[in-house]
């Protein structure tokens, strides 16, 4: 070989080299978390079913980013959850470094709540969910309502945390549906806040009580039998509470079926996090692909056994989720619009 053939054969792989590991596009997405701080806004309270799973994901989601970023969490309450879905809208940068960790009712509340917003669910960077899950309405252990068909008999006041929340909008639906006499006394901030008048006798229980957060902020009130499930909300009956009657499962019309299935559906999407509207592609796979593989460290497993009575994550990923709000957006306008209706008064 002679030597510019050995020159020519260096620059040749100097350029290869370049172009698999030096295009702008690898060279960002390669390190582009790097130094900066992702921030994990929380829709609702501390201490919160929402609040304990983000706050144990921001503790392991920067290991599996580029750039290996600080990860930190803190709480942005308020509307239930509709104060964080406009902050995401209308001011969080869309580079990646701002999520919101959500209840699962505010997946619904752009479609059917009174504001009729410029934006959609489905406008959103769905990144994943925790779990799946399904929600109850409960009532204190001290409440003369104990079954569903005392409920349709007797007023039966629940605590609420605002119009975007399942807190409210679950026991109006099943007061259309089912005929039950569920009163929501909204305005409580978060989870801890709703708890806390339950067990001071303020309400006599609560709806939209996912069985997930459930058991991450009150796991007493399940160890010492504390509250009676009612009813609940689901695609499926959760698999330890099928004696617990299924919403979906007695409505008898379709009309009625339809709009206890939009209620429902967003509850396969247990403690979502989404980032905002136009989020960068990039950013967006790469955190997608983060969530899931720090769901899957033994580690957070481990951790989040803890807090969730031995149960591991259900998570589902991005591209999943992104097509579940598709579907949900795409509801029939009827269904929508007596939903609308029912929940704004």
């Not at 079954?147 to 399942?166: F, I």
């Amino acid at each position: 070989m002679t030597i510019p053939d050995i020159r020519f054969t260096a620059s040749a792989l100097a350029l290869l080299s370049c172009a698999t590991i030096c295009t702008p596009g690898a060279a960002q997405t390669e390190g582009y978390f790097k130094g900066k701080t992702v921030v994990i806004n929380i829709g609702g309270t501390a201490g919160g079913g929402i609040d304990v799973g983000a706050r144990l994901l921001a503790r392991f989601l920067g290991k599996y980013l580029p750039g290996q970023p600080q990860v930190v969490a803190q709480n942005m309450p308020g509307a239930g959850g509709v104060r964080l879905l406009e902050y995401l809208v209308s001011q969080a940068p869309k580079d990646g470094t701002v999520l919101g960790a959500f209840a699962s009712g505010p997946l619904v509340e752009p479609l059917v709540g009174p504001r009729k917003p410029a934006y959609g669910i489905a406008d959103f960077a769905a990144i994943g969910s925790l779990e799946k899950d399904v929600a109850f309405c409960t009532t204190w252990f001290k409440s003369p309502v104990r079954t569903l068909e005392e409920a349709k008999k007797t007023v039966v006041t629940v605590a609420g945390t605002g119009a975007g929340s399942g807190t409210d909008t679950d026991p109006a639906v099943l007061n259309e549906v089912l005929g039950t006499k569920f009163k929501v006394i909204t305005g409580y901030l978060g989870t801890q806040e709703t708890a806390l008048a339950v067990e001071r006798g303020e309400v006599d229980g609560r709806c939209g009580f996912g069985f997930a957060s459930l058991k991450a902020s009150r796991p007493d009130w399940l160890k010492d039998n504390k509250i009676n499930f009612l009813v609940q909300m689901g695609l499926e009956a959760h698999p330890l509470a099928r004696d617990v009657p299924l919403a979906l499962d007695l409505a008898d019309t379709p009309e009625k079926k339809a709009m206890i299935r939009l209620m429902s559906s967003h509850l396969a999407l247990g403690r979502p996090y989404l980032g905002p509207p136009g989020m960068n592609p990039d950013r967006r796979a790469e955190m997608r692909k983060a969530f899931m593989a720090a769901l899957g460290d033994p580690e957070l497993k481990a951790e989040f056994a803890k807090t969730s009575g031995g149960d591991e994550p259900d998570p589902t990923g991005g591209e999943d989720m992104q097509k579940l709000l598709v579907e949900m957006q795409a509801t029939p306008p009827a269904v929508v619009d007596r939903l609308r209706v029912l929940l704004n008064p």
